[in-house]
């Protein structure tokens, strides 16, 4: 529906478009961007959601790992503790805002390396073909064959469990994603001329690849790096929660629930909290996906 | 066809070579020293290595891979540490479990899913559409395990059973290990009943992110179905919607919808991880989360392995159920 929307708004810019291209076409793409109303809520609540995981740590009510020694049930919301508190006392509400800067930090450094790797690989089977491209693609099914919770699963036990080797194995089980959507866009972009007049004057293959056609291909990387960033807080979640996230006393939301699981009827709001937070960060960056595809992307 | 599936199995060999070679690689070469977590801290170093040359873990590396590729061809996917028996045993009794909730769970995605994707599409822009579409984006946004606590809290008056697969003392023994199926056959409908209100909670669980999946699948092929030409045809002639619907475009929609379910029965195996652990499902999921946790690796490998060969099969039994739905498609051609 915003698609025959957006048709109209291009057609109206056009003579903007005329005057400065470069400009008005980031201008256009706002444009329809703002007419989606649940992508912009996207938009604004994953910028929120970065502020507090940047800035959260000077806002917290109490410190996130401060215990008391004579409770051993967790407390129910209270004015002083709007979340209540865990088992031992710690402030479920600046555990959460803590917790927020571990999942994004990892959800969007995972992806960072997935799609460094995933760029690479897939630019070079794209652009070569030939064997290596079989070679790296046989890889990638592979890869792909092995269901990627339990190669995160794997990484972990024998890498162990600090935050660089969490965000390189849920990067490592993504890698496939970024490969073959780049290859995809590489194959069907370098039979243009431009690629052409680019190899005539006589650039490098790695100018070609970089400068002369990522810049043609983003937007459908911009979409698919919005979405794995959702899924890749789900895994550290997920992970967490099978006790093989980030390790302790730091607060992490997946964590935060399996400590929890045993007030699963006792004191839910251990359980609720943190469930919430992993949910709305998840729900906003797959807004701001969708939206940004409908933007960018309108062919998929 | 014969021919057909024939082919793809041996193009399945490379590929189980490849997962084993990667599994191999993460479990023997990342990982230094499993005597350290087997044996506990206090264990001499002569201990140690005693018990890693018992293992075969003292051997040079392409050894130990020749070794484990000979033994995987025979079927010995290695010993757990724990418990000492084979794996393939250990995988092998749990399997019952897993599959029965997996295909519980694919069962009701694909219906519910399915009927949400067909109504969303032909109320285009109702509230049913839109209520469609705020169900399938908190399918996909909320994480299973959540889901599942929320559940088990909603629940835990003992309503619906919120743990394992059947009570105690109605467990059968022998028979298949699908006690669904066990109970059909021996003709004990207390023990279905049973069997079936422990399977509510982990296959709605389970389900949840599959279905919201096909729903917008559907959803959008039924729409893209619904622009075509013949479709206008249909309408034109007079038929009355509910035929065109059902008999024209959903027959062609649902193509694509069916790969979706194929690649979902996949995940679910995957996604078996968590909800068993939640539910304490006593399947493959949670085995290997166990054998996570109390760093089997052997168990670990094996499951693995043993998962990946099975994800691969499904996927190539999707692969045919696709090549006999769609007569597009040709036998023999290897589609990218």
Redesign the interface.
Known sequence: ?SSEVSKENNASLEQVNLIDKQDSRFGDMWYSFKKNKIAVVGLVIAIFLIFVAIFGKFFTPFDPNLTEQDILNPRPPSQEHWFGTDEQGRDIFSRIINGASVSIFVGVASVGFSLLLGMVLGAIAGYYGGKIDTIIM??I???L???????A???I???GAGVGKIIMAIGFISIPQYARIIRGSILSEKENDYVEAARIVGCSDFSIIFKTILPNIVSGIIVRAALGI?SAV?EV??LG????GIKPPQAEW?TM?SES?KF??QA?HT?LFP?LA??LT??AF??LGDGLRDVLDPKS | MINYIFKRLILLI???L??AT??FL??RV??TDPSQSVLGKYATPEQRIEWRRDQGLEEPLHIQYFVFLKDLVSGNFGKSYKTNLPISKEVFLRFPATAELAISAIILASLVGVTIGVISAVKK?SIFDNIGSVFS??G???????LG??L??AF?NGFIPTGDRIDMLLKPTGGTGFYLLDALILGRFNLFLDAFRHLILPSCTLAMHSTAVIARMTRSSVLETLDQDYIRTARAKGLPERKVIIFHALRNALIPVITVIGLQF??L???A??TE?IFSWPGIGKY??ES??S?D?PA??G??LV??II??LVNLFVDVIYALLDPKIKFGKRSE
């Open positions: 529906m046989r890889f099914d592979i890869i064959a092995i269901p990627s919770i339990l190669l699963m794997c990484l036990l024998t890498l959702s789900l979640a997920a929660y099978l006790g093989l997946g629930l699981r699963v009827i839910p359980l469930g992993i949910t998840v729900l797959n807004l | 490379p590929v189980v490849g997962v990667i599994v993460i479990m990342f990982l822009n984006l908190m996909v946004s909320i994480p299973v395990f959540w606590i929320l088990v809290m835990c996949g995940s195996l995957a996604g991880v968590l652990t290997t989360v996570v946790q760093s690796f670990v490998q499951v693995v998962v990946a994800f691969i």
